[in-house]
Nanobody, 123 residues
Framework: QVQLVESGGGLVQAGGSLRLACAAS????????MGWFRQAPGKEREFVAA????????GYADSVKGRFTISRDNAKNTVYLQMNSLKPEDTAVYYC????????????????WGQGTQVTVSS
């Protein structure tokens, strides 16, 4: 029933910033955790950040700590990923994902996925 749509990707120079958004459409009858994952060509999809329904539990991959910030606005059914100090190695397709109820940083526990948005960081 619920669909996720990412936006905000694009091309940016190293050191620049980008803000991704993921909007959930359709009926959301239960609380859910949200996560961001990314996948570069030839690599596995990897965890980037996740946030609980309340926003009180947040986690980041070590590679993005101090640079990325995840947040959500439940009134808008939207989760954000503020990406600062971007590096070429951040280049990937970024996906948002949702799971029922509790926080998780495990890719396999998420069962709702957006279509992805391309982020390219040039050196």
């Amino acid at each position: 029933q619920v669909q996720l749509v990412e936006s905000g990707g694009g091309l940016v120079q190293a050191g620049g910033s980008l803000r991704l958004a993921c909007a959930a459409s359709g009926r959301t009858s239960s609380s859910y955790a949200m996560g961001w994952f990314r996948q570069a060509p030839g690599k596995e999809r990897e965890f980037v950040a996740a946030i609980s329904w309340s926003g009180n539990r947040i986690g980041y991959a070590d590679s993005v700590k101090g640079r990325f910030t995840i947040s959500r606005d439940n009134a808008k059914n939207t989760v954000y990923l503020q990406m600062n100090s971007l590096k070429p190695e951040d280049t990937a397709v970024y996906y948002c994902a949702a799971k029922l109820r509790y926080y998780s940083d495990s890719r396999g526990e998420y069962n709702l996925w957006g279509q992805g948005t391309q982020v390219t960081v040039s050196s």
